[in-house]
């Protein structure tokens, strides 16, 4: 079975067949009118909703129970942990899915070595650190993460790594169990009054801050992105880096590792902190620079430090880090309790499996997340923007070069009411795949244009009145090229197409300068011609002699008798023969095939 551009926004060349409502086109009996049969389905364009073979999931660390159960049942499900980077390439070519936690490096050459199948990498956790988001991307590869069900576990463990560390805790419980019995060594320091600078106030960060304040704590965060009334809300200032980090008793560190915080506490930020700060890190490693936090613990800036992550996981034995006395460490527990487990595993299977159907994920990390409900609404407009980028490309000369497209939308919405990242990203996919053997999707499409030097910009043409529908029309240009069909050229120089959904099915309504109207459901031949009777019957007639089923014409005129482009659907591709016949005809003065 053919798969059409238009099936799903992330269409891989994988085993996984998807079926488009153009491909589904040729199995009906010829009596049922395409029309009825497209307006009676329900089921959405991005569905995968025929497949030869299951996809399969590769597993590569432990995962809930509840979470394996749910891939099993749309999935062929390999569970295969501790894979050495050179197995884990070697298995990944034969995998559509993967799914990591934090042990696994999903790097460039994981992506490389899939051959194009990966499509969905699955973070059953928060921290995207360990995936190259920037291959990913690349590859059309979409990420995804399971963001919320640790929240509370990463902020208990925080809570217990705080307490545990102002009552020297595992330090007690190693000298008791070595015989000894040390009750002046470890008096430990009370945290009632004390300052917590919590350090990146999102999910985590907000929940230890609440749970800090009922012990007591006066606690303050610093977080450059996060709104100062959800702070004020549970009673914490937001202040500045440098307010935060040298005015806390202890801090808790609950940031991204991101090139920004790379390393953010380092030497010099340690040199700013009160002398016998307290450090608990519960986020990344990385965030800290581990030899300036010994320089720190030695010389007495930093008395104490609990630390869940480490920049190398497992550290090397020799960790000077590790081995500090006044450090305590656990090893990358934060989302390890029963219940954020079973919980991460359900939202990651949840997310992959319909990233996997060609949903589009809420937690997608590298593309536009769209509200299942604006998906709904646009899910035409979607396919009317592939339908003309497929169009205007193949209205281009050979040997001109499409680099500047302009997407002009008209639409009753105000803009902050439409979300047009989904349909640019379809007319790049219907620009780019018919002469290229890329293939576009929702994750990669800005990429790959910018790759190939098209620049793609976009204008809104505000409407008066309310808006029943998201767009009135959608037009796309291409600039300085020639056309093989000189009629699509418009009077400002551009290949221009326009389109608009009628009845919920896309239409074409201008070619060049010349109103149309047909529906974008098979193929189109567009014919110029001199305005004159008979013309119809005769290109039909052409047509039928070769069983080529006509679904719509339509013809666009300047003035009776003068010129008039005429749009013909055809359901199946004409013969060669055909064509020329139809470029015989006396009055045609050029036409083109184009393959939709
Ligand atoms: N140890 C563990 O097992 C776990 C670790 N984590 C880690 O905890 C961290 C936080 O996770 P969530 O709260 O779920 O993420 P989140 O995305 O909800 O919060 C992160 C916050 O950091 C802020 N931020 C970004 N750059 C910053 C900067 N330069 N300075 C201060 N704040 C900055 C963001 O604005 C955001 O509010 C992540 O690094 C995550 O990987 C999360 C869960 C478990
Ligand atoms: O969710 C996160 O960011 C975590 O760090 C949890 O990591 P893990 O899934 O336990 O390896």
Redesign the pocket.
């Known amino acids: 079975m053919a798969t059409s551009p238009s099936s799903s926004l992330l269409q891989s060349r994988s085993p996984i067949k998807l079926t488009s409502l153009s491909s589904l086109r040729w199995k009906l009996p010829v009596s049922v009118s395409l029309r009825q049969h497209q307006l009676r389905r329900a089921s959405p364009v991005f569905v995968v909703v025929s497949m030869d073979a299951k996809p399969t999931v590769l597993v590569a660390e432990k995962l809930g129970q509840a979470g394996l159960d749910l891939l099993k049942d749309f999935a062929n499900v390999d569970c295969s942990y501790n894979l050495s980077p050179e197995e884990l390439c070697t298995k990944i070519s034969l995998c559509d899915a993967l799914i990591v936690r934090s042990g696994t490096k999903v790097s460039r050459e994981v992506f490389e070595s899939s051959g194009g199948r990966l499509k969905v990498v699955g973070r059953a956790?928060?921290?995207i650190d360990n995936v190259d988001l920037g291959a990913a991307t690349e590859y059309g590869c979409l990420v995804v993460n399971a963001?919320t069900a640790?929240?509370v576990a990463?902020a208990e463990h925080g809570i217990a790594l705080l307490t545990a560390m102002a009552r020297n805790v595992a330090q007690a419980d190693a000298s008791i169990k070595a015989g000894k019995w040390q009750r002046n060594k470890y008096v430990g320091v009370s945290l009632v009054g004390k300052t917590l600078a919590v350090?990146?106030?999102?999910?985590?960060?907000t929940e230890v801050a609440r749970r800090a304040k009922g012990l007591g704590m006066h606690v303050i965060a610093?977080?450059?992105?996060?709104p100062a009334d959800r702070a004020h809300a549970i009673g914490v200032d937001l202040v500045s880096f440098d307010e935060a980090i040298s005015t806390a008793d202890f801090l808790s560190l609950?940031?991204?590792?991101?090139p920004?915080?790379s390393k953010?506490l380092n030497d010099e930020n340690f040199a700013k902190m009160k002398k016998g700060v307290r450090i608990v890190n519960?986020?990344?490693g990385g965030v800290i620079d581990e030899d300036a936090l010994v320089r720190a613990l030695d010389a007495g800036i930093v008395a104490q430090a609990a630390l869940?992550?480490l920049t190398v996981e497992p550290p090397p034995k020799d960790n000077k880090l590790v081995q500090h006395e006044n450090v305590t460490v656990t090893p990358?527990l934060?989302?390890s309790t029963l219940e954020a487990q079973e919980g991460v595993a359900i939202e990651i299977a949840e997310a992959v499996v319909g990233a996997l159907r060609g949903e589009l994920a809420a937690t997608a990390v590298n593309a536009p997340m769209v509200p299942a409900e604006v998906l709904t609404e646009l899910k035409p407009y979607v396919t009317l923007s592939e339908k003309l980028g497929r169009l205007a490309v193949q209205l281009v000369a050979g040997g001109s070069g499409v680099k500047s497209v302009k997407v002009t939308y008209t639409s009753a919405r105000a803009p902050d009411d439409l979300d047009t990242r989904l349909l640019r990203a379809m007319v790049t996919k219907g620009l780019i795949e018919p002469i290229s053997s890329v293939f576009v999707n929702l994750v990669n499409a800005d990429f790959t244009a910018k790759q190939r030097g098209i620049r793609i910009s976009e204008e809104r043409v505000i409407l008066d009145g309310s808006p029943e529908s998201p767009l009135e029309s959608i037009q796309v240009q291409i600039a300085n090229v020639e056309s093989k069909f000189a009629s699509a050229i418009s009077e400002s120089g551009e290949i221009t197409v326009e389109g608009r959904v009628k009845d919920g099915i896309p239409h074409l309504t201008k070619v060049g300068a010349f109103d149309v109207d047909v529906s974008l459901e098979g193929n189109i031949i567009l014919c110029r011609q001199v305005d004159q009777p008979g013309m119809i019957g005769t290109v039909g007639s052409i047509l039928g002699e070769e069983n080529v089923n006509v679904s719509f014409m339509s013809v666009g005129r300047i003035a009776p008798r003068k010129q008039a482009v005429m749009a013909i659907g055809v359901d199946e591709q004409p013969s060669k023969s055909v064509l020329t016949k139809i470029g015989e005809i006396p009055a045609i003065e050029e036409f083109v095939f184009l393959d939709l």
């Open positions: 956790g928060v921290g963001p640790n929240t990463a350090m990146g106030f999102g999910k985590v960060g610093h977080d450059p992105y996060a609950h940031m991204p590792l991101t920004a915080t953010i519960v986020a990344r869940d992550v990358h934060g989302a």
